[in-house]
């Protein structure tokens, strides 16, 4: 067997990990960039600590958000100036269909699927709620998206990567049909950014949201972003039209202006000191290649579902198994996943537990290498196969698993 060096060898140490930790859960929360305490005291201390309310000004506050989304915006393939970041994911989703189903008046079908994450199927019945204009949630199984695409829908809105089963949608082959059928594309990208190559502007999508505290490691609670694709931003009316998307915040106009391009998506004050911690996750990712790093996942992720099949036979793979299909995590399904879990991560393996009996592992190549996945495979096999699964301890159910 060929040696290969690991390509990511030198991004491993930009990250904190306790000691005998192997975190297989950055598709949650992202683990610690080693210079994002020192960046949030520097903001706190040299911009919020001496320039207090000139820091808007002074220190760039104010343009952060565009500017972070330009950062961001290479992982994942979009055109500069085409995403900002500001609130969280959930109220993204929320502001992208409003967008969207404004741009389609004459439509009233919302189409996703049943891999996609509550939050975001929720913001939609809250939307078709407060809209009351007879809009209706058609919700079909993944494989039927392609073929419910109708003349009547109005926005086909769906999770990239499925969280539970990792499944990738084709979001070329989706926006295509899509568009030929006269309606537009969501994409959440939460289980896609900074884990697969994404190409936005290429794929045609025409608009994007995703969360930056997983693979991007941005901190629980890190500002989420949006993208709206360049053809559609001038027409887009904001549903939350909130001041800094006036065009003019500071003219305190007595009614809204809808501002330029992308700038229009944010809503209210952005959060500079998690903006600060994001920059620091972000100066990592400046020199990753997204291409080699969805290689490198694949690599690790074939290596970890050979290794678990091999050495668990009660855990049964839920993901798919060709790994073009799949994003950047693996999930396999076990009567007693929830115990199973539990026990792993008091072994040293943190993984996590999605009901109703899926445990999930997260592959993030930036700090995970072959050694860790071989550790993990070893303690994950001692957990199921000497039912360290089944102790007392590990039978009540935490509030956040
Ligand atoms: C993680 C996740 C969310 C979470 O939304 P927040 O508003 O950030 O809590 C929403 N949608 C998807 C698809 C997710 O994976």
New binding site residues.
């Given amino acids: 067997m060929i040696e290969m060096s690991d390509p990511f060898e030198h991004t491993r140490e930009m990250f904190h990990m306790p000691q005998g930790v192997i975190y297989l859960n950055g598709n949650s929360l992202g683990p610690l960039p080693q210079r994002a305490p020192a960046a949030m005291t520097r903001v706190a201390r040299d911009e919020w600590g001496e320039m207090l309310i000139t820091g808007w000004n002074k220190a760039g506050w104010m343009a952060q958000p565009v500017a972070v989304g330009d950062r961001l915006g290479r992982l994942i393939g979009a055109e500069p100036g085409h995403v900002v970041l500001g609130e ?4 993204k ?1 929320y502001q992208a269909l409003a967008a969207a189903l404004e741009l389609r008046p004459e439509r009233r079908v919302i189409l996703s699927d049943t891999g ?2 509550p ?2 199927v929720y913001m939609a019945e809250g939307l078709i709620r407060s809209l009351d204009r007879g809009h209706e949630l058609r919700v079909v199984a993944p494989e039927d998206v392609e073929s419910a695409i109708t003349d009547e829908v109005a926005v086909v809105m769906l ?1 990239d990567v499925d ?1 539970r089963s990792a499944r990738r949608h084709n979001m070329w082959a989706i926006t295509a049909k899509a568009h030929a059928a006269g309606a537009l594309t969501i994409w ?1 990208l ?2 896609s950014a900074g884990a697969v190559d994404v190409h936005l502007a290429s794929a045609k999508a025409d608009f994007a949201v995703g ?1 930056t ?2 693979y991007l490691n941005g901190g629980p609670g890190a500002p ?1 972003f949006i993208y709206v694709a360049p053809r559609h931003i001038a027409e887009v009316s904001p549903a939350l039209s909130g001041w800094l998307g006036h065009a003019d915040p500071f003219a305190f106009d007595p009614s809204y202006r809808a501002g330029t391009g992308i700038e229009r998506m944010r809503v209210g004050t952005p959060p500079i000191l998690a903006l600060a911690a994001l920059e620091a996750a972000l100066d990592i990712w400046e020199d990753v290649d997204m291409q080699a790093l969805y290689s490198a996942s694949t690599r690790l992720s074939q290596a970890f579902i050979k290794g678990i099949e091999a050495a668990c036979p009660d855990l049964t793979l839920a993901s798919p198994r060709e790994p073009e299909l799949r994003g950047s995590h693996v999930s396999f399904e076990f009567e007693h996943g929830y115990g199973a879990m539990q026990a792993c991560i008091a072994e040293g393996v943190i993984g996590d537990f999605r009901a109703p009996d899926i445990m999930r592992f997260g592959i993030t190549p930036l700090y995970l290498n072959d050694d860790d996945i071989a550790r993990a495979v070893e303690i994950i096999a001692r957990v199921i196969n000497e039912g360290l699964w089944d102790r007392p301890e590990y039978k009540t159910r935490a509030k956040v698993t």
């Fill in positions: 969280t994911l959930s109220i989703v996609n994450f939050s975001d999770t969280y959440d939460a289980h969360c505290y997983k989420a």
